[in-house]
């Protein structure tokens, strides 16, 4: 009997277990609530917080900015210019501004009709390696491309300018640029095409589509910028003009009669204040003009106060 007796307490237990199960089920499943999970403690920001937080990480540079020692005369920094007909005019305005400077050094070494597609007569790559070796400039300024909107033969197979295996292949010999003066120990300026004029015979469409693989490519490249070289050279609405006004408000011819190269000296020198003004904004040399005219790309204090030797 006491046997039978424990068996009948067990079973009992059973089920007054199964019973409470069974209701638990029933009452979460009508609507019961659970206990409130707790944030972890390694979380505590509030979700403001928190998208506010996510947002700032999208704005966040992608690339550092460029470090270059601070230039002197025992130590001047090196500039080397490279580029076609485009990059000579550059090299002629930085001469003009720059040629007098005793912390720097320039280097011009841009040529006329070459470009990155026809690697037959001119072979950028292996010239920009001899001219690191030689001169080994901390700093690259490239303008060049108007040479380059132009189908090409890539290892025997035709690649149609503007195609997506043009943009494939021609941004590899952009990058190709970039990694040669990056591993090199140099930082590199990479100048886009400037605004064409209507007698051009240069379609502004063509230089949108070079300048959209140099500013993609700048941008996975650390150590180089790309400084866009479109608005230089444009009116008030936007416009390609042929003459700006300089800060004593004498007009200026700054391009060439064909629409394509840039005006000595007044357009040469315009652009190579762009380049100087992107220079200061990249780096913090306080770098200024010896002899400039224009206001438009100069940093503040090089406006404000007398030129920096």
Same mark, same amino acid.
């Given at each position: 009997?006491?046997?039978?007796?424990?068996?009948?307490?067990?079973?009992?237990?059973?089920?007054?277990?199964?019973?409470?199960?069974?209701? %638990?089920?029933?009452?979460? #499943?009508? =609507?019961?609530?659970?206990?409130?999970?707790?944030?972890?403690? +390694?979380?505590?920001? +509030?979700?403001?917080?928190?998208?506010?937080?996510?947002?700032?990480?999208?704005?966040?540079?992608?690339?550092?900015?460029?470090?270059?020692?601070?230039?002197?005369?025992?130590?001047?920094?090196?500039?080397?210019?490279?580029?076609?007909?485009?990059?000579?005019?550059?090299?002629?305005?930085?001469?003009?501004?720059?040629?007098?400077?005793?912390?720097?050094?320039?280097?011009?070494?841009?040529?006329?009709?070459?470009? @990155?597609?026809?690697?037959?007569?001119?072979?950028?790559?292996?010239?920009?390696?001899?001219?690191?070796?030689?001169?080994?400039?901390?700093?690259?300024?490239?303008?060049?491309?108007?040479?380059? #909107?132009?189908?090409?033969?890539?290892? =025997?197979?035709?690649?149609?300018?503007? +195609?997506?295996?043009?943009?494939?292949? %021609?941004?590899?010999?952009?990058?190709?640029?970039?990694?040669?003066?990056?591993?090199?120990?140099?930082?590199?300026?990479?100048?886009?095409?400037?605004?064409?004029?209507?007698?051009?015979?240069?379609?502004?469409?063509?230089?949108?589509?070079?300048?959209?693989?140099?500013?993609?490519?700048?941008?996975?490249?650390?150590?180089?910028?790309?400084?866009?070289?479109?608005?230089?050279?444009?009116?008030?609405?936007?416009?390609?003009?042929?003459?700006?006004?300089?800060?004593?408000?004498?007009?200026?011819?700054?391009?060439?009669?064909?629409?394509?190269?840039?005006?000595?000296?007044?357009?040469?020198?315009?652009?190579?204040?762009?380049?100087?003004?992107? @220079?200061?904004?990249?780096?913090?040399?306080?770098?200024?003009?010896?002899?400039?005219?224009?206001?438009?790309?100069?940093?503040?204090?090089?406006?404000?106060?007398?030129?920096?030797?």
């Amino acid at each position: 009997m006491r046997v039978l007796g424990r068996r009948l307490m067990v079973w009992l237990l059973l089920a007054i277990a199964l019973i409470l199960g069974i209701g %638990y089920i029933v009452y979460a #499943a009508g =609507g019961g609530a659970a206990a409130p999970r707790q944030r972890p403690a +390694s979380h505590p920001r +509030s979700t403001i917080a928190h998208k506010f937080h996510r947002r700032l990480s999208r704005h966040r540079p992608s690339r550092p900015i460029l470090h270059l020692a601070r230039p002197s005369v025992t130590h001047p920094l090196t500039i080397l210019s490279i580029g076609d007909s485009l990059g000579e005019d550059l090299g002629y305005g930085l001469r003009d501004i720059l040629g007098s400077h005793r912390n720097i050094r320039l280097i011009r070494a841009a040529v006329g009709s070459t470009g @990155l597609v026809n690697t037959a007569y001119y072979n950028w790559p292996l010239k920009l390696k001899a001219e690191l070796a030689t001169y080994h400039p901390q700093l690259v300024v490239v303008l060049m491309g108007g040479n380059d #909107a132009l189908s090409f033969n890539q290892n =025997g197979h035709f690649v149609k300018f503007g +195609s997506s295996l043009w943009r494939r292949d %021609y941004g590899a010999r952009v990058a190709t640029m970039m990694n040669v003066a990056t591993r090199a120990g140099a930082r590199m300026i990479w100048v886009g095409l400037p605004i064409m004029g209507p007698k051009s015979v240069l379609p502004n469409s063509s230089m949108k589509a070079l300048n959209s693989v140099y500013q993609a490519q700048a941008q996975r490249h650390p150590g180089v910028i790309y400084l866009s070289g479109w608005k230089v050279f444009q009116g008030p609405d936007g416009q390609y003009v042929e003459y700006l006004k300089n800060r004593t408000g004498m007009s200026q011819i700054v391009r060439d009669s064909d629409g394509v190269h840039i005006a000595p000296p007044a357009g040469q020198e315009l652009i190579a204040t762009a380049v100087i003004g992107a @220079l200061d904004r990249a780096t913090g040399l306080r770098i200024c003009p010896s002899n400039d005219i224009w206001h438009r790309y100069l940093p503040p204090f090089c406006q404000a106060s007398k030129p920096i030797p």
